[in-house]
């Protein structure tokens, strides 16, 4: 019996360790599998035809978008796709938010010292454009010393024009339909872009601008990841190999770029549809409204006993004063990039929302707690002593008494932070977050009308901040009547 006891146990003993190896096998297998199956994330502005934008269906399409796809495919991983800002878009890389860039970023040592490019995928140059009714006048680079030259924000034209034409006013925009606004306006003399961007935007919005001799420089455009990222570095520069060798690259090229026979993609860009237009400022001034909401909530919560601290002489009050002070004295913006960009250095990783209502909150809380705290200052502290006095304790003295007179008083003001808040949201675009302003960039870059849309925008805003500011007018005049001063 003891022997067949021993045998039983030996033999489960090594079943045991099949099954362990196993379970290992399978569990490294599954683990393989799992990191082969992440996707691909990959950013891009979004408002950049003929690379990137929304087409006349809502949906993203372009150059570098169908270069993004095509290399997604090769490296076997699904393509997930993030639209930002362009200025901040190094920021997101080099934070972890995305995988690599596919958006025409050219290859300069300054960017090379930050991150590691890919073998170019195409090569293009700067193009100096005027307007037509200037083409006698102003024919070459050197024709514009003291005049007035745009260039987009964050884009290599404007460090190189810096550097070596510093005798020309260069002017930064955040993006090409601003740049044609004001050449249209009479503001600049001649802009500076892509020649494939250049001429195709030219064409589509219908814009009387021509070209000025011939390229002022060549550029290589490549894909940028993190340099502690090599394995995906030679994944992709695999791809892009795979693309070139059996012509894939060619033909997308072509299709966007057919320079040579005047023509372009048959996909025009320069309609979208009206139930697209509606469907996507809808949707992100739906966002707007969800972070500003947020926002306000939480501000609130922090900011009502952030108030009453900052109005008593306590241990923390000077360190909350101080933080106070630095909230309401940095740009939202400044704000924004710190937390959003920042935060993943410390081991903190918010998303873009979450991001935006943490800044906002942060923010909306400082001004909120001064108006708070001013309310309390304009009770008068013998209506504390009284309610001590009648034997009411200090909670139930403030409770009952201080704070329904200091909300009284504090209320128009904090409807004002209300409004200022509501406003500020529309900086949240700069890290991709889909709020309203940044949908209606999209749009523009397809329809080339800013004004039409940004005054829809200010519309919508203007319905939803207009009834605030009559309601904390009329609460401002009742609380005067009833004997109270806002403060």
């Known amino acids: 019996m003891s022997r067949f006891r021993n045998s039983y146990i030996i033999r489960f003993i090594k079943d045991s360790k099949k099954s362990l190896l196993f379970l290992l096998v399978l569990?490294?297998?599954?683990?393989?599998y799992a990191d082969e199956q992440k996707p691909f994330v990959?950013?891009?502005?979004?408002?950049?035809?003929?690379?990137?934008?929304?087409?006349?269906?809502?949906?993203?399409a372009g150059f570098d978008v169908e270069v993004a796809t095509s290399i997604a495919q090769q490296m076997d991983r699904e393509l997930k796709i993030i639209t930002t800002e362009w200025d901040g878009i190094l920021a997101g890389l080099l934070a972890g938010k995305y995988d690599a860039i596919i958006g025409s970023m050219a290859i300069t040592p300054e960017r090379a010292q930050a991150v590691a490019f890919s073998?170019?995928?195409?090569?293009?140059?700067?193009?100096?454009?005027?307007?037509?009714?200037?083409?006698?006048?102003?024919?070459?680079?050197?024709?514009?010393?003291?005049k007035k030259v745009g260039v987009g924000l964050g884009e290599t034209y404007e460090h190189f024009l810096r550097n070596n034409y510093p005798r020309i006013e260069v002017v930064p925009y955040k993006s090409t339909v601003d740049i044609f606004q004001d050449m249209l306006n009479k503001r600049l003399d001649g802009f500076v872009t892509d020649r494939l961007v250049g001429s195709y935007q030219i064409k589509e919005g219908q814009m009387p601008?021509?070209?000025?001799?011939?390229?002022?420089?060549k550029e290589q455009m490549a894909i940028p990841v993190s340099k502690d990222n090599q394995q995906l570095l030679a994944q992709i520069n695999a791809a892009l190999d795979t693309l070139i060798t059996n012509g894939k690259m060619s033909e997308i090229h072509d299709k966007w770029f057919r320079i040579n026979s005047g023509e372009n993609s048959s996909a025009s860009v320069a309609t979208m549809e009206t139930n697209v237009v509606v469907s996507k400022l809808a949707r992100g001034f739906a966002i707007t409204l969800f972070v500003a909401v947020a926002s306000l909530f939480f501000g609130f919560i922090l900011a009502v006993p952030l108030g009453i601290i900052l109005n008593k002489t306590l241990f923390w009050s000077r360190p909350l004063r101080f933080f106070n002070d630095f909230i309401r004295g940095t740009p939202v913006?400044?704000?924004?990039?710190?937390?959003?960009?920042?935060?993943?250095?410390?081991?903190?990783i918010f998303t873009p929302i979450?991001?935006?209502?943490?800044?906002?909150?942060?923010?909306?809380?400082?001004?909120?707690?001064?108006?708070?705290?001013?309310?309390?200052?304009?009770?008068?502290?013998?209506?504390?002593?009284?309610?001590?006095?009648?034997?009411?304790?200090r909670f139930k003295a403030f409770r009952y008494i201080v704070w329904p007179q200091a909300f009284r008083v504090a209320l128009p003001p904090l409807m004002n932070s209300v409004v200022a808040l509501m406003k500020d949201t529309a900086l949240i675009a700069v890290i991709s977050v889909?709020?309203?302003?940044?949908?209606?960039?999209?749009?523009?870059?397809?329809?080339?009308?800013?004004?039409?849309?940004?005054?829809?925008?200010?519309?919508?805003?203007?319905?939803?901040?207009?009834?605030?500011?009559?309601?904390?007018?009329?609460?401002?005049?009742?609380?005067?009547?009833?004997?109270?001063?806002?403060?």
């Open 27 to 32: 569990f490294i297998g599954a683990n393989t």
């Open 42 to 60: 990959v950013a891009l502005t979004g408002k950049y035809p003929p690379f990137s934008f929304y087409s006349s269906d809502g949906e993203l």
């Open 119 to 146: 073998k170019p995928y195409y090569v293009s140059g700067a193009q100096l454009f005027i307007h037509k009714d200037n083409k006698n006048k102003l024919k070459y680079i050197s024709d514009f010393f003291n």
């Open 209 to 217: 601008f021509v070209p000025a001799d011939s390229l002022i420089y």
């Open 333 to 348: 913006l400044i704000q924004l990039f710190f937390v959003y960009f920042g935060a993943p250095q410390i081991g903190i």
């Open 354 to 393: 979450q991001a935006a209502i943490f800044t906002l909150t942060l923010n909306s809380s400082a001004y909120m707690a001064e108006v708070i705290r001013s309310g309390l200052m304009a009770v008068d502290s013998g209506q504390i002593l009284a309610a001590q006095a009648l034997g009411l304790t």
């Open 434 to 487: 889909g709020e309203v302003l940044r949908e209606a960039q999209s749009i523009i870059s397809v329809t080339y009308n800013p004004m039409k849309y940004y005054f829809i925008v200010g519309v919508m805003f203007f319905v939803v901040t207009f009834p605030l500011m009559k309601l904390a007018g009329k609460i401002e005049r009742n609380i005067k009547k009833r004997g109270f001063e806002s403060a």
